[in-house]
């Protein structure tokens, strides 16, 4: 039994391939850009609840409402939330955390498990709009890379800050993660931190593509591995895709839309696939939309009935 | 086919040990690093129930949260580059000193016991010691100040006033002296002193205080160390009632001397 939609790379698409162009209204391009307006919302909010909590008191039922930072925070006094690396590298140092902290990490972990690892990557992390900015104007400036590193580096770091957390005692990351920094800056009084940003921003601006987010953060690995049992993911429709190739061009971690995977699949499987939306309105074929994983079997097959095919 | 298969075999060492050169070379620079950040400073004052410095380095999320919850603008994060250890907290008390809030709201904050659940009493905290430069202490060059001693929270306990006889064959002072058995290391002296640089200062105890060692005996008890010099005249036998001793310069007037 041969299906050639099992083979998508074989052959392109039975129907001409469309380019992507963006829309001239601006209702259009807001619609475009709708989960880059609300990832920024997101963050901006991160940091606003916050830092209104530290400064201007704010609170629900007489309760702070968010105190603390990304490393760890109590909402209303009640729920305490951590970082399940910043957790784990403290528990390979050899000391005994609280329980408070231990059920925080256990919460944000499950949550992440629950609608995307890298979602923390995309929707919230303080560095992502810097290197999203150095993305741009990269792209603007038309430059290329100075360097070629290895997307798995990554893992390597992330297996490196463990072990010196066991050698040193001290939760090596955490001292000198620049998304800490930058936070924690943001949050209790700007310092030096954001020469780490800077050097970041720089980085990614004349050094490598996606350097820091795509090849090096121990963080965003810690965050992928986690995304390997999301279930929130985009889900790939093979039978609309005509293989024009514009979700990898604006993807941050391209390698995450292997469609022929995709195509066996339904779905983007990757964990380093960071839920950031760039691709969904950026498909010609609507072929790509988030989806839960359970279901997306099910609306593929679904959709083998009807093509739905966007005018623009 | 076995020389290829040898081949690969080498290629394969050699990856690996050019990745784990690189592992290792990375891991010692950060290292490096850690430790640097880790030493910064020998005496960043923690918030009260801080555990050891090196447990306190581990433990510590640099979350915040103890700063969010005291009430006064006592407790700060470290940002980075400056001397103390990056993100943890700290505070000093030349600008800002521990005001001791019976609840001690910092402690109850702390969700990775960092700030150790242990403490229960505020006057059993141990932030610091308080040391007394004795050159530039007004009482000690015979001056009357007892600033310290009417500001410390742990009255008459951390800090007592003691007399001592005067410079030149002048009159006799009356001095501070510390009593690390009480003293918490708030700082509040250290933030009260007058002088132009604090001549009172809370440093890390481990900095200042040493061992005897148990097998030396003592000939009487003396927690004030004034046998070291010599011995103050016998007290006035002053009925001091149930009260204690009265502070500072009323001492004078009613011949109160501690």
Same mark, same amino acid.
């Given at each position: 039994m041969t299906d050639v939609r099992h083979e998508p790379g074989a052959e392109p698409g039975p129907r001409p391939v469309r380019l992507y162009g963006l829309p001239d209204s601006l209702g259009g391009k807001l619609w475009v850009w709708r989960y880059l307006i609300l990832r920024r919302l997101t963050q901006f909010l991160v940091i606003l609840l916050f830092f209104a909590t530290a400064h201007w008191a704010w609170n629900l039922f007489g309760e702070p409402l968010i105190s603390g930072n990304l490393s760890a925070s109590s909402v209303v006094g009640l729920i305490p939330l951590a970082d399940p690396f910043a957790v784990l590298q403290i528990l390979f140092t050899r000391h005994v955390l609280a329980t408070e902290v231990l059920i925080g990490a256990g919460i944000v972990l499950a949550f992440y498990a629950l609608i995307g690892g890298r979602v923390f990557c995309s929707w919230v992390c303080p560095v992502n709009p810097v290197t999203d900015l150095a993305g741009w104007l990269r792209n603007k400036l038309g430059l290329s890379n100075a360097l070629h590193l290895n997307r798995s580096l990554r893992y390597y770091v992330l297996v490196l800050a463990l072990v010196l957390a066991l050698v040193t005692g001290l939760a090596a990351f955490e001292w000198v993660s620049p998304i800490a920094m930058l936070h924690r800056e943001l949050i209790f009084g700007i310092g030096m931190g954001l020469i780490g940003v800077a050097g970041i921003f720089l980085f990614d601006l004349m050094v490598l593509r996606h350097g820091w987010c795509g090849h090096l953060c121990p963080l965003g690995a810690f965050y992928s591995l986690v995304g390997r049992v999301a279930q929130v993911r985009i889900r790939f429709d093979e039978r609309t895709c005509t293989k024009c190739g514009e979700c990898i061009r604006v993807c941050p971690e391209p390698q995450v839309l292997n469609l022929n995977q995709a195509a066996r699949r339904g779905l983007v499987t990757s964990g380093e696939c960071t839920n950031c939306g760039r691709c969904v309105p950026v498909c010609p074929e609507a072929s790509l939309s988030f989806d839960l994983r359970p279901l997306i079997q099910r609306h593929n097959q679904m959709s083998n009935h009807y093509s739905p095919r966007r005018t623009s | 086919m076995a020389q290829a298969a040898g081949g690969s075999r080498r290629a394969f060492l050699i990856r690996l040990v050019q990745g784990a050169s690189l592992a290792a070379s990375a891991g010692l620079v950060w290292t490096y690093v850690l430790r640097n950040q880790a030493r910064a400073t020998p005496f960043a004052l923690r918030p009260p129930g801080a555990v050891p410095e090196a447990e306190f380095h581990a433990l510590c999320i640099k979350c915040g949260q103890c700063v969010n919850a005291c009430p006064y603008?006592?407790?700060?994060?470290?940002?980075?580059?400056?001397? =103390?250890?990056?993100?943890?907290?700290?505070?000093?008390?030349?600008?800002? *000193?521990?005001? =001791?809030? $019976?609840?001690? $709201?910092?402690?109850?904050?702390? $969700?990775?016991?960092?700030?150790?659940?242990?403490?229960?009493?505020?006057?059993?905290? /141990? =932030?610091?010691?308080?040391?007394?430069?004795?050159?530039?202490?007004?009482?000690?060059?015979?001056?009357?100040?007892?600033?310290?001693?009417?500001?410390? *929270?742990?009255?008459?306990?951390?800090?007592?006033?003691?007399? /001592?006889?005067?410079?030149?064959?002048?009159?006799?002072?009356?001095? *501070?002296?510390?009593?690390?058995?009480?003293?918490?290391?708030?700082?509040?002296c250290e933030n009260r002193c007058p002088t132009d640089e604090a001549t009172i200062r809370v440093v890390d105890g481990s900095l200042v205080q040493g061992r005897m060692g148990a097998h030396y005996r003592l000939r009487a008890h003396d927690p004030a160390g004034l046998m070291v010099f010599d011995p103050p005249p016998e007290p006035p036998a002053v009925d001091r009632g149930v009260e204690g001793r009265v502070p500072g310069l009323d001492a004078l007037n009613l011949g109160d001397w501690p």
């Open positions: - | 603008d006592t407790l700060r994060l470290a940002t980075a580059w400056e001397s =103390m250890p990056i993100g943890s907290p700290y505070f000093r008390p030349r600008e800002y *000193p521990c005001l =001791m809030c $019976p609840d001690i $709201p910092c402690k109850e904050a702390c $969700p990775t016991g960092a700030l150790s659940a242990d403490l229960e009493d505020i006057e059993d905290a /141990r =932030m610091g010691l308080a040391v007394i430069d004795t050159e530039n202490c007004l009482s000690w060059q015979g001056l009357r100040c007892e600033v310290c001693y009417l500001s410390c *929270p742990v009255r008459g306990k951390a800090i007592s006033l003691e007399r /001592r006889p005067g410079v030149d064959g002048g009159l006799a002072r009356i001095v *501070p002296w510390v009593h690390s058995a009480h003293c918490t290391g708030c700082g509040i």
